[in-house]
């Protein structure tokens, strides 16, 4: 029969080389992940036969079935599942079909530990590539169901793999009407694979939740005596005290093809105007295509424990799109189709049930087990926080489940709730400074007056924050101020040093009403600047650097202005004001020389330009002419040394 010879994806190449060099520690995976394919396939047949009955043909209960050929040393993995045509053999097994793939297999390559390589090759799920860790030659028979042809697909892993028509005694032999058989040439170091007693105890330690029965033996070998090696009971219709965390663990690698253990796993049955089981969990490891545009969710549909879909949109909040498992409904009908799923209202009230008791247990960690609530926190954080953009309905829980990075303790996560029952007494608002680097904004010069008042202010990382606050612009009536934009009452608070000239008795009411700096000034470096900014204007929020830059009140903040110049092409109508510290030794020094110099002086020019500049450079922005900066710093820098 003609043989068509193909080479891998590049995508692929590179995962099997990484297989091949050992990479894993227990290589009993490869028997889960070949399990939980077939166990996929009879899922999907489960689910075309509601409405084509006869796919099934001949072949009785869907099952999958494992044995062994020790004279040719081969293990055979086996189902009676939905099969594959030609193109579904080279597309599924010979391409990884997912974006993204490139760079991550890179990440995996240039990554030197073997656990760390683990959990990144989790989080794509290797699946069937998981087979040449123990066997030299892999071949692949299959027939998809309603298909009158059969298909041998054959590789050793590496120069590529072939596709050909296959023999229909064979296929007749190990597949019947439909189906897969995989079939594992054991190598030389795997050996044990071949033994009857070590399958089987793989088979109970990782797939006793499959819901298909596992049997252990060929299919000559069998008899009316014949027993399943596994439960073969859905983990989820089970009661959750029934359940150990051994199997809830095992579900989750099946489920979603992952390496990493659950770190949170969710389990309940909902009773009432609608029914459903839910068994969920939210992931350890964050899963590579999280933020791809296209990325649905991997939550399964079943209907009364049939599988119905992968991904049914509309099923979960895109902002819970990271959780794994499994949602089985007691009120939609088995013939529905997935095009109909959506738009239909049981599939809704699901969707808000699942995401109130979701938030409910995310809430509940975070009191119980602040370390696990972290790790949730630094992986989903950032997708939960969309939520709060576009889910009025769950806002509450959601702010209650926020956190914040902020100024009263370094590297300590806070609540809104906590920075509420923190705030001074006359603070009225909830401050926040957003930009895309923590450290950096530690260090903006904007939060110098607040520190110096012992007022906290929120750190914003996340892109999504500066969006969300258009649709939240409070808290619990306190509401939410940016410490770069407008003019922000701070004088009402003392600072450490106004505090103890209270308590001294020594400030009086003239010195306090005082005016700082000189008007004459101002003016100057206003008119100097005049195309740049639209106000100079001295600062109370400024303790110890000269200067920074201000969004006005009614104009985009700082940061935001920057991401919508990046996604949106974005050209602001409005210009920053630029806030001096009268205060400063370099403003007083400039504010004499500018006492005494002609307003058109051209060093007083560049002197104003330079103090721009760096207020930009502080605020991790671009000069706009690098050739005069660097001209004009160097003239100020030679006098600096002459003198």
């Keep these: 029969m003609a043989t068509e010879k193909l080479d891998f994806g590049a995508d692929v190449s590179r995962l099997l080389e990484i297989v091949a060099h050992a990479l894993y520690s227990n290589r009993?995976?490869?028997?889960?992940e070949l399990?939980?394919?077939?166990?996929d396939a009879c899922d999907k047949l489960r689910y075309e036969a509601i409405k084509t009955p006869e796919l099934t043909g001949d072949s009785g209960n869907l099952q999958i079935r494992i044995y062994k050929d020790t004279d040719y040393r081969a293990l055979h993995v086996a189902d009676n599942g939905i099969g594959m045509n030609k193109d579904e053999l080279i597309d599924n097994l010979g391409t990884i079909a997912k974006s993204g793939t490139k760079a991550l297999m890179e990440q995996v390559k240039a990554t030197k530990k073997d656990d760390e390589k683990l959990s990144l090759i989790g989080q794509f799920g290797v699946g069937f590539y998981a087979s040449f860790m123990v066997a030299d030659k892999v071949e692949v028979i299959s027939k998809k169901a309603g298909d009158k042809d059969c298909w041998h697909w054959e590789s050793d892993g590496k120069t590529g793999f072939e596709v050909r028509k296959a023999k229909k005694d064979e296929a007749a032999r190990l597949i019947g009407d439909q189906g897969t058989a995989i079939i594992l040439h054991i190598n030389a170091d795997s050996s044990e694979?071949?033994?009857?007693d070590m399958l089987k105890k793989v088979i109970q330690d990782y797939s006793d939740h499959i819901d298909f029965p596992i049997y252990l033996g060929a299919p000559d070998e069998v008899d009316d005596e014949e027993q399943p090696v596994n439960s073969a009971t859905a983990l989820w219709a089970k009661s959750p005290q029934d359940c150990t965390q051994e199997q809830y663990n095992e579900f989750y690698k099946h489920i979603g093809h992952a390496m990493d253990e659950p770190l949170h796993t969710i389990h309940w049955r909902a009773e009432g105007v609608i029914e459903y089981s839910a068994l969920l969990y939210l992931p350890t490891l964050r899963p590579w295509d999280l933020y791809d545009p296209s990325r649905k969710h991997a939550v399964k549909l079943y209907v009364k424990r049939v599988f119905i879909a992968d991904d049914c949109e509309g099923l979960i909040y895109p902002w819970l799109r990271f959780m794994r498992g499994v949602i089985d409904s007691q009120d939609l009908p088995l013939?529905?189709?997935?095009?109909?799923?959506?738009h239909n209202p049981v599939v809704s009230k699901i969707r808000n049930g699942v995401a109130k008791r979701v938030l409910k247990e995310i809430n509940k960690l975070a009191e119980d087990n602040k370390q696990s609530f972290e790790a949730f926190w630094a992986q989903f954080g950032s997708v939960l926080k969309e939520g709060l953009y576009d889910a009025v309905e769950h806002r509450e829980d959601l702010l209650k489940a926020v956190r914040f990075y902020s100024t009263h303790q370094d590297g300590e996560l806070t609540s809104l709730a906590d920075y509420v029952e923190r705030m001074k007494d006359g603070q009225d608002e909830i401050y926040y400074i957003s930009g895309e680097n923590l450290e950096t904004l530690k260090n903006s010069p904007q939060?110098?007056?607040f520190k110096s008042r012992g007022l906290e202010v929120?750190?914003?990382?996340?892109?999504?924050?500066?969006?969300?606050?258009?649709?939240?612009?409070?808290?619990?009536d306190k509401k939410f101020k940016s410490a770069t934009k407008g003019d922000i009452a701070l004088d009402k608070f003392d600072t450490d040093d106004t505090k103890n000239e209270k308590d001294d008795k020594k400030q009086d009411d003239k010195n306090e009403s005082k005016p700082k700096g000189s008007k004459k000034f101002l003016s100057t470096i206003q008119e100097l600047l005049t195309e740049d900014v639209s106000n100079v204007r001295y600062s109370n929020r400024l303790t110890d650097s000269p200067v920074c830059l201000i969004a006005d009140e009614a104009a985009v903040d700082l940061r935001m202005e920057r991401v919508l110049k990046i996604h949106q092409q974005y050209q602001p109508e409005t210009k920053r004001i630029l806030e001096i510290n009268p205060d400063h030794p370099l403003i007083k020094k400039m504010t004499d020389w500018a006492e005494k110099t002609d307003a058109n002086h051209a060093e007083l020019d560049n002197a104003a330009h330079l103090l721009l500049d760096q207020a930009r450079i502080i605020q991790g922005e671009p000069v706009p002419d690098p050739a005069r900066f660097a001209k004009t710093l160097s003239t100020f820098m030679e006098r600096g040394i002459a003198a």
């Design 35 to 39: 399990i939980s394919n077939a166990s």
């Design 447 to 449: 939060l110098e007056g």
């Design 28 to 32: 009993d995976v490869f028997l889960r």
């Design 458 to 476: 929120l750190f914003f990382t996340d892109t999504i924050d500066d969006f969300w606050l258009q649709s939240v612009p409070d808290y619990k």
């Design 335 to 342: 013939n529905i189709s997935r095009e109909m799923l959506q």
């Design 193 to 196: 694979y071949l033994i009857d």
